[in-house]
């Protein structure tokens, strides 16, 4: 079994910075993408961020040159550096895990095999 703990989120002023993280346990696999998804009141699902077991990373649009995601602790922990926030990026975001697939498999797909609990983001304005 797989369980993707998250940690983070909070409450933030349009323009500061947030960071989440996200630790993956139990069963693992060779290789697989770590990323995060947004979702917010009345709105689908969406692709932010994801990483590969080789650090090759994706990018939704709306967060180009603002999120950073990275991955440590031997490929175990993803975290999300949130900056220059704004009131749409507010959602609960969830980190997933994708088997067997790179950042961009993960990205085009949008989707993953586990999913976090979520964690709630709020920009005010």
């Known amino acids: 079994q797989v369980h993707l703990v998250e940690s983070g989120g909070g409450l933030v002023q349009a323009g500061g910075s947030l960071r989440l993280s996200c630790t993956i346990s139990?069963?693992?696999?060779?290789?697989?993408?770590m990323g995060w998804f947004r979702q917010a009141p009345g709105n689908e699902r969406e692709f932010v961020a994801a990483?590969?077991?080789?650090?090759?990373?994706a990018y939704a649009d709306s967060v180009k040159g603002r999120f950073t995601i990275s991955r440590y602790n031997a490929g175990n922990t993803v975290s999300l550096q949130m900056n220059s926030l704004k009131p749409e990026d507010t959602a609960v975001y969830h980190c997933?895990?994708?088997?067997?697939?790179?950042?961009?498999?993960?990205?085009?797909?949008?989707?993953?095999?586990?999913w976090g609990q979520g964690t709630q983001v709020t920009v005010s304005s």
């Open positions: 139990g069963r693992t696999f060779s290789s697989y993408a």
């Open positions: 997933a895990v994708l088997r067997y697939a790179t950042a961009q498999a993960m990205a085009v797909k949008n989707t993953g095999d586990y």
């Open positions: 990483i590969s077991g080789s650090a090759s990373t």
